[in-house]
């Protein structure tokens, strides 16, 4: 059986200036990073704003378990599916950040014959993004720190600032240090520390931004610290605001690449749902919405995080109206969330797939809630039983909601066909009537108590006496209508990892409330949430090589 990348490297690639032909895209509208990717002017994006806009579809998932979901595989499948039907569709995709690469997770690029290519160029480096957004941060953490070393005019409190450096590798070295040993001329010491650089606000500036413009006044906007009177101090503040904006003047362009079977795909952007709003760029998605008759798009982890920031941060901001929403799950990971171990997956369970697929149903009355349509995509494995398939089709019918098995990693887009048709069918018989979860000139509690009762299902939230206080003090800078943002564990509905399934009378903890001022939302922490991963006992970076002719091996 061959590997992902063996795949991908037998892929037979088109050049990019063709792909993107097919879509109304000319050469001139490219800006070519070699034969096989491109970025996309802005001014491509003025010129097609007058086009009327296509199907939006959002691809999410049950909360992801150690056996596997697929969300991103049968996200590409499913468009891959799509254009083999004869239908214009776009994919808009996040890109891989390096430090899941090189640690557990892999790449994400898509698996088996549903793949985004040139797969190693997307998960290695790509375009350069990711890299532009660490300089402008870490421009910003050494011009803080300059203004503190030269004479501290701002009077920012040292003890204070909520600005952090960033590197996009797992590196747990390096989450809290001490910097500016070594006398006066290294600059002030302090305590300090880096977070990964896919949970810095400027990537999340860059996805929710509009255009250039938009960009830098998110940039001047984002809080780096407070003075002594405990007024926030921005990036305007240190005078940062131009520079920052400048290194990111290509990191803005959406990129273009193509999948296995040659369809157009979007990637650009990157943040985690699960420290940040987890989408791919508003750029990239109102791209493939007026080129493409239909626009699949994906948020991270499962519809707690992901589909709840995509509905309630980056559609409010950018004006989206999402048709329909794709949930993806597996037997495997259900029979999971049911009790089962990981090494008895294998075994037909269907009284643990019962119980687990309480989660799938949490998800499901989740979409429900914002007035959209959905349906389940089961992505198939091997020793799925026939017995647990049907159990499965029973449960989603009771529920009155149409599932369809996926086997796009095993057949590409032959394997979408039957999830394309049955979407095709819910586009075309079900209204969506989209709305936010929450009014956003309700109070800060009253917007995260909805979120956590409403979408989590707990019975309750406390809130640590400093988010009380940060609660009215943000209130006060006029920062109190802004969306939520929570950050907390992907591997259950709870704040506690262990709670698979559907939990019951369990309480969400808010220990800390974080400004994001220039992505537009606050950041709630729940629970013990790590904004610099680190690497496993045997990371995957153990297995990869290249050799003397520049094949990858070990990459996935």
Not at 99 to 110: L, S, T, V
Not at 173 to 187: E, F, H, K, M, P
Not at 235 to 251: P, R, Y
Request: glycine share 8%; with cysteine.
């Amino acid at each position: 059986m061959l590997t992902d990348v063996e795949i991908a490297q037998s892929a037979a690639m088109q050049p990019i200036s063709d792909v993107a032909k097919r879509i109304g895209l000319e050469f001139d509208d490219l800006e070519l990073y070699g034969k096989y990717k491109a970025k996309i002017s802005l001014d491509t994006l003025q010129r097609v704003e007058g086009n009327p806009d296509g199907k939006l579809i959002l691809v999410t998932a049950i909360n992801p378990t150690p056996a596997g979901e697929g969300k991103t595989t049968t996200m590409i499948g499913l468009h891959q599916a799509l254009c083999k039907m004869g239908k214009n569709s776009i994919a808009a995709m996040r890109e891989p950040s390096l430090g899941p690469c090189f640690g557990i997770k892999g790449g994400a690029a898509g698996g088996g014959y549903a793949q985004v290519v040139p797969m190693e160029d997307i998960n290695l480096h790509f375009t350069g993004d990711i890299h532009a957004i660490s300089a402008a941060n870490n421009l910003i953490a050494a011009m803080l720190d300059n203004s503190i070393q030269q004479g501290n005019l701002l009077q920012i409190d040292v003890r204070n600032i909520t600005w952090k450096r960033v590197v996009d590798l797992n590196d747990r070295a390096l989450r809290q240090i001490t910097i500016g040993l070594g006398g006066r001329l290294n600059g002030v010491p302090r305590e300090d520390g880096f977070d990964i650089t896919v949970a810095s606000e400027v990537m999340a500036i860059l996805c929710l931004a509009s255009d250039m413009e938009d960009l830098k006044e998110r940039a001047a906007r984002m809080i780096v610290a407070y003075n002594t009177s405990g007024q926030p101090v921005t990036v305007e503040d240190i005078h940062a605001t131009g520079a920052v904006t400048m290194l990111l003047k290509d990191a803005i362009k959406p990129n273009i690449v193509q999948t296995l079977d040659n369809a157009p795909v979007f990637v650009h952007g990157g943040p985690f749902a699960n420290i940040a709003h987890g989408c791919n760029s508003v750029m990239a998605t109102k791209l493939a919405l007026k080129l493409g008759d239909y626009a699949i798009t994906e948020a991270g982890f499962g519809a707690d995080l992901g589909a709840e920031k995509f509905l309630d941060i980056k559609c409010r901001q950018a004006g989206l109206n999402p048709d329909a929403v794709v949930v993806v799950a597996t037997v495997r990971a259900l029979k999971m969330h049911g009790g089962v171990a990981k090494a008895d997956l294998a075994v037909e369970n269907l009284e643990a797939l019962e119980k687990g697929i309480e989660n799938l149903e949490k998800h499901i009355e989740n979409i429900t809630k914002f007035g959209l349509p959905s349906i389940v995509a089961i992505n198939a494995f091997p020793t799925d039983s026939q017995a647990e398939l049907q159990l499965l089709f029973d449960i989603c019918k009771k529920l009155n909601v149409e599932v369809a098995i996926s086997n796009v990693w095993a057949q590409g887009a032959d394997g979408g066909i039957d999830l394309a048709e049955k979407l095709l069918a819910i586009l075309e018989t079900k209204e969506p009537n989209f709305k936010p979860l929450y009014e956003l000139n309700t109070s800060i509690q009253s917007k995260i108590e909805t979120i956590a009762k409403e979408i989590y299902g707990a019975s309750g939230v406390t809130f640590e006496r400093k988010v009380i206080n940060k609660m009215k003090q943000y209130s006060e800078q006029g920062l109190g209508e802004l969306p939520i943002c929570v950050a907390k564990t992907q591997y259950s509905l709870s704040d506690q990892p262990t709670l698979l399934g559907r939990p019951t009378d369990f309480t969400i903890h808010i220990n800390d409330l974080l400004p994001s001022a220039g992505a537009g939302f606050l950041v709630a922490i729940s629970g013990s949430i790590m904004r610099m991963p680190g690497l496993p006992k045997v990371p995957a970076a153990n297995h990869m090589d290249i050799d003397k002719n520049g094949k990858i091996t070990g990459l996935f």
